[in-house]
């Protein structure tokens, strides 16, 4: 399974890093992805970095304030998050599969976790 952790609330502007880890597999051998979802709107996907870390993808709404990162030494997948802004709030739901390719509209993954609350309020 995957466990996300370092939500919290945090005004307008502010910064927050999520991060990813795994139990009973290694993070490493996969592609992670972030989705995120708010109250009464769809899925949207946030970020994705493959296994060999070659090119991160970025949603439009989040490029250039987000950066997914790997921590190899402790299997770990971080998501951290500048400049934060009111319509960031939602669960942000790290997930595993073999390869990014069409990770915005992908539907299944090999592993999905709970969730963490990212709440962005003044």
């Known amino acids: 399974q995957l466990v996300e952790s370092g939500g919290g609330l945090v005004q307008p502007g502010g910064s927050l890093t999520l991060s990813c880890v795994a139990s009973?597999?290694?993070?490493?051998?996969?592609?992670i992805m972030w989705f995120r979802q708010a109250p009464g709107k769809e899925r949207e996907g946030v970020s994705c970095?493959?296994?060999?870390?070659?090119?991160?993808h970025y949603a439009d709404s989040v490029n250039g304030r987000f950066t997914i990162s790997r921590d190899s030494a402790l299997d770990m997948v971080h998501l951290q998050m500048n400049k934060l802004k009111v319509e960031d709030t939602a669960v942000y739901h790290c997930?595993?599969?073999?390869?990014?390719?069409?990770?915005?509209?992908?539907?299944?993954?090999?592993?999905w976790g709970q969730g963490t609350q990212v709440e962005v309020s003044s």
């Open positions: 997930a595993a599969a073999d390869v990014c390719d069409n990770w915005l509209t992908r539907s299944s993954f090999d592993y």
């Open positions: 009973g597999f290694t993070v490493d051998r996969y592609a």
């Open positions: 970095l493959d296994r060999h870390q070659s090119h991160p």
